[in-house]
């Protein structure tokens, strides 16, 4: 650790006002749907009733008569370019399945047809105008029906690309092994093996999905839209489109929360395609039904893991194996499948042989994407919880037989060299990780002796605790790249200009911290842009947990590039050697003396050999350093009603240097809840003919204020040295925790497994009617 | 059309039967109401009419003749942020700010009624109001710190 060096931060580990603070506290026309919209068509999109159809036919004429309707959109007026909706680095791991509008449908949610008329309800009779026939084809409504022989074929279009085995309905498989499994099985004293199953689950984002388009004065589009990845829609627009990227712009403004549901191009086609042919603005905003039903999901998936350890306690292997229902369409079908392994297995890298195996299917269901966690979320229930049978059986603490087997700093792990982003990975050691402080803390502030095994009765209520830990990374090494542009200005302060996405996790605010960090000035000082296509340079976006490692270590670039140049401009004013000057305070200081940062830009920019102060710089990072989670719980289970509550729940993280010590609490938090309704009462539901039952927030529960109670997060003292500033990821991991922690807790209490998500009480009542635990 | 005082301001608009409050105040330009749902159950919408925090997605605007309402445009006054804002951006309680401006007008409402009150007590004051970004931790500090600011003590 350079401890010196982090003692003397000034911005860098501070809790900084937010940049866009004082905006968002008062309501600032910050978001896509802000702005004046008299003039804009409305965009209203038909979706399938049924879950598996051939179009047989559009009759669009009634609808084009609706008075006020300015277009109709379906397959036969409109690009039929084999695309995919994920966003993410060209050429994308995920099959080209999707049309703007295809002649089937696969889905109940599906898009059959668009209208763009004068006002919603124009648009909505124009919707009801439509006659469309179906032929309807028979559904695969479940995850064990995909394969069967003789299942219907979802995508049998044949100018789809990048599918694995599309009559098998098959979209990606991943089989990977370390060592030789086999024999580690042999050698083990004790062998467990546990399946795990999640549900269907839906990010809900408090802002739905919306897009404002329009063009320019020279015919330009302009996409206003909310999004976690501008540059990958701007690129995937003039795909589907069949127009130049250089006619696509893409805005992004304020976000309002995307957890991997907006690293899509959901809308942005659609509205492009009307103001396109109508010359018009156009929104297109999701609805709170349609963003359940008809955005995305995170991959349900059932996980088999089975562990085998010597009697005192050291892993011979893991063999893990996971089939992804990715539903109607790919999106995200691989990368999320490889990552329930690849973030997992490397945690426990003294079991030396290790297998990672996995299919991701199609169901004509609605479909998965990207979801904070991407597949390790669903990879650590099952994982976690046969560590926890495992630790049991050998009659271990669960804490103690973590230690003995988790990675530690200078380590690594064959995995990380064999899967990586749906292909191979890169070799990597583990630079930092500070798990045992992390454990010794959690232990601590949850009183783990005080509760374990303790079972404490209050009338039908039992009390237990569990534990889990976890592992994630930071970007997607060799791939994600983040740029960052700052320039000087003449009164000392810098336009940073970034194409990473502050979707609300504060990132403009850290990356601002970073370049006042270098550049020896407050934040107030750092003048923050992000994410408009035209203005800043590239950046995948926010996903996988890339952006303060990533893009934060290109800012630190840009502004050290910028810092020699300030210093060139100010050694003869100060008359000494570039060696000894610094940037402290707004100046320039050097042995000589002083001068201000506004006194050496005024001279670049109007006195001597005058440039514009300003650089460019990019980072692909050659590794992903993993932030560590040690989680804990303290959970109260109603044997009577089967009830759940979490009475108090501690994360302790490794993340690194926090750039923003609050934010990255926040992060933390906000993934723990959201976490603790993905493992509590989360679940979307279908009816027989595969129709979501319940998409609203009424009755799909996501945690209010009072079902989250008493959370401790706390960060350990960390130094990752690849880092930008010793930091390291913390976007996506809190959200691993709380569903194997919380099983586990559960089991402490009474005694029964949980295997199935989301843990309602009428499946924690059929485990104790199972177990025969039932209340007395 | 229909009478309204929003944020001290008379007004005379246009309200279409089937409008609710929200759909005006949002045609009208004042957007830090936000549509999380239109069903009422997100609190994005929240807004002060007569006092109370309500959602303006389930008040129809023709109901709402005559009230007078108060949006997050209305909080502060010539440029000064009221203690709860102040408080939310001290405390790192503002993520996205999607449901910020809910659960300032909420936090107020209650604060209005309430001068000291215990978590639980803000808990339940927020519990209409979904936050999906921060859980919750940071808000209810937030609004611990404002209603010690109101009372003079910070
Ligand atoms: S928009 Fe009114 S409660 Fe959600
Ligand atoms: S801050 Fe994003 S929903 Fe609350």
């Known amino acids: 650790m350079r401890e010196p060096e982090r003692r003397a931060f000034a911005v860098v580990g501070k809790n900084a006002r937010k940049v866009d603070g004082r905006g968002l506290v008062t309501g600032g026309p910050l978001f896509v749907a802000d702005v004046d919209l008299s003039q804009a068509l409305i965009v209203k999109m038909l979706w399938s009733p049924l879950a598996h159809a051939r179009i047989v036919s559009i009759e669009t004429s009634e609808a084009e008569r609706v008075p006020g309707v300015a277009l109709v959109m379906t397959h036969a007026n409109t690009p039929p370019t084999r695309h995919t909706t994920a966003g993410q680095g060209f050429p994308e791991p995920s099959p080209y399945d999707a049309r703007m509008f295809d002649t089937k449908v696969r889905y109940v949610g599906d898009r059959v047809a668009a209208v763009a008329a004068e006002t919603e309800e124009a648009a909505e009779a124009a919707l009801t105008a439509l006659r469309v026939e179906y032929e309807e084809l028979p559904a695969i409504l479940a995850i064990d029906d995909a394969r069967r022989p003789g299942a219907p074929i979802i995508h049998d279009e044949a100018d789809a690309t990048g599918i694995y085995d599309a009559r098998r309905n098959i979209v990606a498989d991943v089989d990977i092994d370390v060592g030789d499994v086999a024999a580690g099985f042999a050698q083990s004293d004790l062998v467990v093996e546990t399946t795990c199953e999640t549900q269907y689950a839906q990010h809900t984002p408090i802002e739905p999905h919306v897009t404002l388009a329009s063009l320019d004065a020279e015919g330009r589009l302009i996409l206003r839209t909310s999004t976690q990845v501008p540059f990958h829609v701007r690129r995937i627009v003039a795909q589907a489109l069949g127009i130049p990227v250089s006619r696509v712009r893409v805005i992004k403004p304020r976000i309002g929360g995307g957890f991997g549901a907006k690293q899509e191009v959901l809308l942005e086609d659609v509205a492009g395609w009307v103001a396109l042919r109508t010359g018009r603005p156009a929104l297109f905003a999701l609805s709170r039904a349609e963003e359940f039903v008809s955005s995305r999901t995170r991959h349900p998936m059932r996980v088999r893991v089975k562990l085998g350890a010597t009697k005192d306690g050291l892993l011979q292997a893991i063999d893990m194996e996971a089939v992804s229902n990715t539903g109607a369409y790919g999106a995200h079908g691989l990368t999320v499948l490889a990552n329930t392994g690849s973030k997992t297995l490397p945690l426990y890298n003294k079991a030396k042989n290790a297998r990672f195996t996995g299919q991701a299917v199609y169901t004509n269901l609605p479909v998965g994407g990207a979801y904070r966690g991407y597949g390790a979320t669903q990879g650590y229930f099952a994982l976690e919880t046969a560590m926890d049978e495992a630790a049991e059986a050998l009659g271990l603490d669960p804490i103690a037989f973590r230690r003995l087997n988790a990675i530690r700093a200078g380590e690594g792990s064959p995995i990380f060299e064999k899967l990586g982003e749906g292909r191979e990975g890169v070799p990597q050691t583990v630079k930092s990780c500070e798990l045992e402080q992390c454990l010794a803390i959690g232990a601590e502030k949850i009183g783990w002796s005080a509760w374990r095994g303790k079972r404490e009765r209050s009338g039908s209520w039992v009390q237990g605790v569990g534990m889990s830990i976890m592992m994630q990374g930071s970007g997607i090494p060799q791939i994600d790249m983040g740029a960052a542009t700052i320039k000087m200005n003449e009164d000392g302060s810098f336009n940073l200009l970034i194409g990473a996405t502050d979707l609300g996790t504060g990132s403009d605010t850290i990356l601002g911290q970073i370049a006042a960090e270098v550049l020896g000035v407050p934040l107030e000082k750092i003048l923050v842009t992000s994410s408009d296509t035209d203005v800043t340079p590239f950046d995948v976006g926010a996903y996988a947990s890339s952006t303060t490692y990533v893009s934060g270590m290109a800012v630190q670039r840009a502004a050290e590039q910028v810092r020699e140049q300030i210093f060139a401009v100010a050694a003869p004013l100060l008359g000494g050697d570039r060696q000894d000057l610094r940037l402290r305070g707004g100046e320039v200081v050097g042995r000589a003396g002083a001068v201000s940062l506004a006194r050496v830009c005024e001279r670049a920019m109007y006195e001597t050999d005058q440039f514009q102060i300003g650089a460019t710089a990019s980072c692909v990072p050659t590794e992903s350093p993993p932030p560590f989670l040690a989680n804990f719980a303290r959970v109260a289970v109603d044997t009577e009603t089967g009830f759940v509550r979490v009475l108090h729940y501690v994360a302790v993280a490794d993340c690194g240097v926090a750039i923003h010590p609050r934010l990255a609490e926040g992060q933390l938090e906000g993934a723990i809840v959201n976490g603790i309704g993905y493992a509590l009462t989360e679940e979307m539901q279908f009816s027989s003919r595969g129709r979501v039952r319940n998409p609203s927030l009424f009755d799909y529960k996501v945690p209010g204020a009072l079902d989250a109670l008493r959370l401790d997060v706390a960060l ?61 | 059309m229909i009478h309204l005082t929003v944020n001290g301001k008379e007004r005379d608009w246009d309200a279409l039967p089937g409008d609710t409050l929200l759909d005006v105040l949002r045609r009208e330009g004042i957007t830090g109401v936000k549509k999380g749902c239109g069903s009422g159950d997100c609190g994005a919408c929240t807004v ?25 445009e209305g909080v502060s006054s010539d440029g000064a942020l009221h203690p709860v804002q102040e408080s939310f951006l001290e405390a790192g309680a503002v993520q996205c700010g999607y449901c910020t401006p809910g659960m300032v007008l909420s936090a107020i409402a209650l604060l209005a009624r309430n001068a000291s009150p215990t978590e639980h007590e803000i808990r339940e004051a927020i519990s209409g109001n979904l936050c999906r970004c921060t859980g919750y931790v940071k808000q209810v500090e937030a609004i611990e710190r404002a209603a010690a600011r109101l009372r003079g003590e910070r």
Request: charged residues 20%; negative net charge.
């Open chain 1, 716 to 776: 350990v003292d960390s130094y990752e040295p690849t880092g930008p500033m010793g930091a390291k990821s913390v976007g996506e991991i809190g959200i691993n925790g709380p569903i194997p922690t919380i099983a586990n807790a559960i089991y402490d209490a009474v005694g029964v497994r949980l295997r199935q998500t989301p843990f309602t009480p009428e499946r924690v009542l059929a485990a104790l009617d199972r177990a025969g635990v039932g209340a007395e």
């Open chain 2, 48 to 72: 002060l009419l007569g006092g109370r925090a309500v959602n303006a997605c389930l008040v129809l605007a023709a109901k709402a003749d005559g009230a007078e309402v108060v949006t997050i």
